[in-house]
T-cell receptor, first 112, second 114 residues
Framework: SQQGEEDPQALSIQEGENATMNCSYK?????LQWYRQNSGRGLVHLIL?????REKHSGRLRVTLDTSKKSSSLLITASRAADTASYFCATDANNAGNMLTFGGGTRLMVKP | GAGVSQSPSNKVTEKGKDVELRCDPI?????LYWYRQSLGQGLEFLIYFQGNSAPDKSGLPSDRFSAERTGGSVSTLTIQRTQQEDSAVYLC????????????FGPGTRLLVL
């Protein structure tokens, strides 16, 4: 079963615009991770944000975490056509094995 | 360094046959996970190995699924008597010990059961 939901399910923007994706989850977490997936294959890790962190940056990526609302957002600034992919949030609910529970993903299309 | 590798990349099999999927984790990573991604169920956890401890099999959907990890490194996921609903992409991930470590995923094996 999935931990939560992502919205939007699909997002289409022009190159150069910013893209914002949101993720909600249900249980307390140890950390939250964002992944990118191209063409339905392997997941590429983008950012890990710990439960005691509120914001994290990596290049053109900015992730926020609000544990009181059980939500996170991923912002991609100055998007490029190469950013076209599916983006997933995954929560580590501090279980013994740190296994991840994934949201349904957001399909992002960046038009050149 | 080398990432997580999986083989085969694609597997087509007939209903009722057994299949084996292989995962080579990143060297030195003590934790190894199998996940499955299917159209109906999204990405879901299957099984977890940590060092020499007994695996956490809580995500396996049926007793037709099993996995082993030999020598604390390579893992094999076996599906017996495959069914059409087993068609999915099977993803393997590994990470170092520690609760705040990142899981690194392999490219996956796309399984199609005819």
């Amino acid at each position: 079963s999935q931990q939560g939901e992502e919205d939007p399910q699909a997002l289409s923007i022009q190159e150069g615009e910013n893209a914002t994706m949101n993720c909600s989850y249900k249980t307390s977490i140890n950390n939250l991770q964002w992944y990118r997936q191209n063409s339905g294959r392997g997941l590429v890790h983008l950012i890990l944000i710990r439960s005691n962190e509120r914001e994290k940056h990596s290049g053109r990526l900015r992730v926020t975490l609000d544990t009181s609302k059980k939500s996170s957002s991923l912002l991609i600034t100055a998007s490029r056509a190469a950013d076209t992919a599916s983006y997933f949030c995954a929560t580590d609910a501090n279980n013994a094995g740190n296994m991840l529970t994934f949201g349904g993903g957001t399909r992002l299309m960046v038009k050149p | 360094g080398a990432g997580v590798s999986q083989s085969p990349s694609n597997k087509v099999t007939e209903k009722g046959k057994d299949v084996e999927l292989r995962c080579d984790p990143i060297s030195g990573h003590t934790a190894l996970y199998w996940y499955r991604q299917s159209l109906g169920q999204g990405l879901e956890f299957l099984i977890y190995f940590q060092g020499n401890s007994a695996p956490d099999k809580s995500g396996l959907p049926s007793d037709r699924f099993s996995a082993e990890r030999t020598g604390g490194s390579v893992s094999t996921l076996t599906i017996q008597r495959t069914q059409q609903e087993d068609s999915a992409v099977y993803l393997c991930a590994s990470k170092r010990g520690g609760s705040q470590e990142t899981q690194y995923f392999g490219p996956g094996t796309r399984l199609l059961v005819l």
